[in-house]
């Protein structure tokens, strides 16, 4: 059980265009969906927290006109790079908190590697 | 802020020796700690963790001890298998933060 799945799982695109990537909870339901950002050889670093129902929460520094997150049900999460640049391209994981709502578990998406040319 | 360093890899060993990953941390107030693992081509999956000072995680052979003196959480395992080889993220949560803070990663090989 808590398994998470991510779609895609690769995308090339070109610079100026917008992809979607899309984070699903496939067995239980999550209220509270993490998004993450890895550079090459670096640590996971979060992008935002997706609240089912209500408006994202980005962390310092991340545009959240340009990293659009939907969360539309209790089991998906969206991320839209919208108007990609080659400096986006980068691994991008998220995460939905167990359905067990007393741990700090969390359960990780396969992850999505973007690369924009 | 909060923080976590852990070693740098790539760490070689072979097949039945002794793993040790060091992981520290600077965190305010008393977090939860954890232990992540990624295969090849997979997601990140929980292999241990503790949350509170002198907890042992274990899971799989492997082992860690919260050490709130020292501020770590090293990974231990007695005897690794060429199955270890992954990459291992040390990772923390703080009260009321529910997102995780990671260290950069440590990727093991085994070999036969």
């Known amino acids: 059980g808590a398994v998470v799945s991510q779609h895609p799982s690769r995308v090339i695109c070109k610079s100026g265009t917008s992809v979607k990537i899309e984070c699903r909870s496939l067995?239980?339901?999550?209220?509270?969906m993490f998004w993450y950002r890895q550079f090459p050889k670096q640590s996971l670093m979060l992008m935002a927290t997706?609240?089912?129902?209500?408006?994202?929460?980005?962390e310092q520094g991340v545009e959240k006109d340009k990293f659009l997150i939907n969360h539309a049900s209790l089991t998906l999460s969206t991320l839209t790079v919208t108007s990609a640049h080659p400096e986006d391209s980068s691994f991008y994981i998220c995460?939905?908190?167990?359905?067990?709502?007393?741990?700090?578990?969390?359960?990780f998406g396969p992850g999505t590697r973007l690369t924009v040319l | 802020g909060n923080s976590v360093t852990q070693m740098e890899g790539p760490v070689t060993l072979s097949e039945e020796a002794f793993l040790t990953i060091n992981c520290t941390y600077t965190?305010?107030?008393?977090?939860?700690l954890f232990w992540y693992v990624q295969y090849p081509g997979e997601g990140l999956q929980l292999l241990l963790k503790?949350?509170?000072?002198?907890d042992k995680g274990s899971n799989k052979g492997f082992e860690a001890t919260y050490r709130k003196e020292t501020t770590s959480f090293h990974l231990e395992k007695g005897s690794v298998q060429v199955s270890d080889s992954a990459v291992y993220f040390c990772a923390l949560s703080v009260t009321g933060r529910r997102a995780l803070t990671f260290g950069s990663g440590t990727r093991l090989q085994v070999q036969p």
């Open positions: 965190a305010t107030g008393y977090p939860s």
């Open positions: 995460s939905a908190r167990g359905p067990d709502a007393s741990t700090d578990t969390q359960y």
């Open positions: 997706s609240n089912e129902g209500s408006k994202a929460t980005y």
């Open positions: 067995d239980f339901q999550a209220t509270t």
């Open positions: 503790a949350t509170k000072a002198d």
